[in-house]
């Protein structure tokens, strides 16, 4: 059989060749053979992804040489004043079919701009489901910027399926905070170092909240050296927290820590242990048994109802009383207070019965039950104890225009370490935010550049008030600035 010349290449060389095609080309490519399919999808070709430059007819790749990242243009159909509030709906489950793309008649009662949208978000879903499964761990930089085919739903799940994303931009779109929920989930987000959110009116602090989150907690490598080791010790401490005395008289915010025993509750503890010991390791026991814990403001009765959400039949505990150390002695374990020793899925289980059960302690002598015995639930990351390489690295944040944002928001952003490597920060139009809430931040942000910090004129008693700059949307016309119009 007769080979082509250009079949007899070795693949590096035909790796270099494809290095200049376009991403149409590229996906051309792939339809020749297997092995060129092979070759097209190789992560190397699409560490930098413009989907929204390519929906609009723009095919080149990567940062252009005369292109400023920081600086980059609105790319989207952004023309027309009256069409800014132009979105689609997609289905983003539906079937792509090519055939539409030549099919005029199902866009033929759309305007022009809705067409190139629908084309986008199209090419979007399509690139999500057909493409990133692929490449998706070498996919670094990814600029969305003025994507109005954007959904939140794509946004999570690019964000879900590309864990080493340095570089995203996604100003002047619509997402809003659900788009972040993936943020932490598998180390999503864990090396992000460019975020760019200006123009996002939708946002709020519980995206900050995730974007905390996905970022990591700060154990190590940091200017922080000071906070790096009670960051450590708190993350220990994390395992253990079982128990919410935060609403204890007396004891407000008060959780288990490796420094508290059993004397510095003044209350009986409402989780039961299998040792009879009262320190600290007791409370990392709580923290593995498989068992539904016991409560001693419960009945005996209640307690076998509840147990587990089982049906086992297993003899009721000695009936509870005040008395701390029965407090600490009082724990079950089916098989004779054993300590559980890592059976995950039965811990999970005995988590789950914990959030079904909490109205059980509904005492006021005694701290509730928190919705679960993690404080990584929900949007955290859950292999958060096992990163050991969190930088929290994040260079560049811009918010210009998220006037939705609060003190809260900046709060979070301080917390787990704060941003240490953080040299840009733009809160220009973030008109719910207030000199103390910045100072906060940017206490926690060693690497500040004065001058790439911007926030609201109006603040005059903020950080740094002599040295930082000043509002960047006086002059602009698609972000919230509370001067516009002067
Ligand atoms: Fe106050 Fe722009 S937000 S001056």
């Not at 490519?29 to 190397?44: E, H, I, T």
């Not at 989207?76 to 030549?102: N, P």
């Not at 089982?310 to 374990?333: F, G, L, V, Y």
């Not at 995950?344 to 079904?356: C, L, V």
Request: aromatic share 6%.
């Amino acid at each position: 059989e007769e080979v082509s010349p250009i079949q007899a290449l070795p693949s590096e060389i035909l790796l270099r060749v494809m290095s200049y095609l376009s991403p149409r080309d590229l996906c051309r490519s792939a339809q020749v053979c297997r092995s060129w399919s092979d070759l097209a999808r190789d992560g190397q070709l699409w560490q930098v992804m413009h989907p929204a430059r390519w929906a609009q007819g723009d095919w080149r790749f990567g940062f252009l040489p005369d292109e400023d990242p920081d600086e980059l243009p609105v790319y989207g159909a952004m023309g027309g004043e009256e069409e800014t509030d132009l979105y689609v709906v997609v289905d983003e489950d539906a079937d792509f079919d090519e055939s539409a793309e030549s099919d005029n008649s199902e866009s033929s009662n759309l305007s022009y701009t809705a067409a190139c949208i629908q084309r986008e978000a199209k090419m979007l879903t399509s690139m999500v489901r057909n493409l990133l499964p692929h490449v998706n761990r070498s996919v670094q930089s990814l600029v969305l910027r003025g994507s109005r085919g954007l959904t939140n739903g794509l946004v999570y799940k690019l964000i879900v399926s590309c864990p080493n994303l340095e570089y995203l931009d996604l100003s002047h779109t619509n997402v809003s905070d659900v788009a972040f929920k993936g943020l932490g989930k598998r180390g999503a987000g864990r090396k992000l170092r460019h975020l760019d959110l200006s123009g996002c009116v939708n946002i709020t602090d519980l995206t900050l909240v995730r974007l905390s989150n996905g970022l990591g907690r700060l154990v190590s490598d940091s200017p922080n050296v000071a906070r790096s080791a009670e960051n450590k010790k708190r993350k220990e401490a994390s395992k253990y927290i079982c128990c919410d005395f935060s609403n204890t008289e007396g004891n407000s915010g008060a959780r288990y820590s490796s420094d508290i025993t059993a004397a510095d509750f003044p209350v009986p503890c409402h989780t039961g242990c299998a040792q009879s010991s009262n320190q600290f390791e007791d409370i990392e026991c709580c923290e593995g048994f498989s068992e539904r814990t016991f409560c001693v403001s419960e009945t005996p009765a209640q307690y076998q109802r509840t147990c587990c959400g089982s049906e086992q039949k297993r003899s009721p505990p000695s009936p509870p009383n005040n008395d701390i150390a029965s407090a600490w002695t009082c724990c079950m374990s089916q098989e004779g207070n054993r300590p559980f020793q890592g059976d995950k899925n039965a811990r999970d289980n005995s988590r789950r019965k914990n959030n079904k059960d909490n109205d059980y302690a509904d005492n006021d002598n005694v701290g509730k039950r928190t919705n679960n015995c993690s404080p990584n639930n929900g949007d955290v990351d859950k292999d958060f104890d096992e990163a050991e390489d969190v930088t929290r690295g994040l260079a560049y944040l811009d918010l210009s225009g998220c006037y939705q944002i609060t003190d809260e928001g900046l709060g979070s952003l301080a917390s787990h370490g704060g941003l240490p490597r953080l040299t840009h920060l733009d809160l220009s139009g973030c008109l719910n935010i207030t000199a103390e809430g910045l100072a906060a931040l940017a206490d926690n942000c060693l690497s500040l550049d004065h001058e790439q910090f911007f926030y609201c004129d109006n603040i005059t008693d903020g950080p740094f008030s002599d040295t930082a700059s000043g509002c960047q949307n006086l002059q602009c016309s698609s972000r919230v600035c509370c001067r516009s119009g002067e």
